[in-house]
Every structure is written in structure tokens, then in C-alpha cells.
């Protein structure tokens, strides 16, 4: 890898014609696939470990259903656990959950703003 590199130059090392690719997938408009992927871990040097935890990753990504996702949660959980990582550095199914959908952090965050009881009072606004 040289000292700079542009979006087409990254596209153009992978095999990629278009040089918007990497803005696409950045912004969740185009996806990786698995031959794209391996063609990224080969551009970055990836070592064994890092190649099998990206293409999981991508997997990951990808997955059409919960049981599917879940399964590649799983799969990611173990990769990090034989690399090293303490149990407490992984999250566990439960913990997923949470973080699964944007909105219930985004959600919790906000009711730690404001002070709510059992009780809620509506007023309209006329």
C-alpha cells in the first residue's frame, strides 16, 4: 500500500471499475461480497486469523435472518475468544439484542436525559 489512496485507487486495486464502490458501501447502498472480500484482505495483508474474522464479519453483515445473524454473532464470539479476548470483552446473545437495532440505544440515552416516573402526564399543545 502506497501513502495515499483514493477511492478509485482502492477500487482499482480490488478489480472494482467504479470508483464511487467504496462510498456505496460506506454509505450501506452496495454490499461486499465474499470473492470483494477476500480481495480486501489480500490488499491489507491480512494474517489467517484476520482474513477468517473479516470474512465472518461480512457474513455477518449480510445475513438475511435473525437465526442466520445470530449464528455468525456466534462464529464472531468464538474467533475473538481463541484470539485472546476475555469473555467480559465479548458480548453475549442477550447483550446483542441491544445493540441489534440503532434506535433502542438511541432510545435509552434519551430516557436517561429526563426524569420519568411510573406516571406520565400527556398535555396538548393548542
Known sequence: MGDSVSNRSFAK????????????VLRGAK?????????????????V???KYFETLV??????????ATICFAA????????GHHAV?????????FYSKWYYTAV???LGM?????EYKTESVG
Request: avoid cysteine.
Open 59 to 68: 457474513n455477518f453483515n449480510q445475513a438475511k435472518t435473525v437465526e442466520s
Open 31 to 47: 454490499g461486499i461480497t465474499m470473492e470483494t472480500a477476500h480481495a480486501i484482505s489480500d490488499y491489507l495483508h491480512h494474517d
Open 108 to 110: 435509552r440515552s434519551l
Open 49 to 51: 486469523w484476520e482474513r
Open 76 to 83: 464472531l464470539k468464538q474467533h475473538l475468544l481463541k484470539k
Open 13 to 24: 486495486a480490488l478489480g472494482i471499475q467504479s470508483s464511487s464502490w467504496l462510498t456505496n
Open 89 to 97: 470483552d465479548v458480548l453475549e446473545p442477550d447483550q446483542y439484542e
Open 114 to 118: 429526563f426524569p420519568i416516573g411510573d
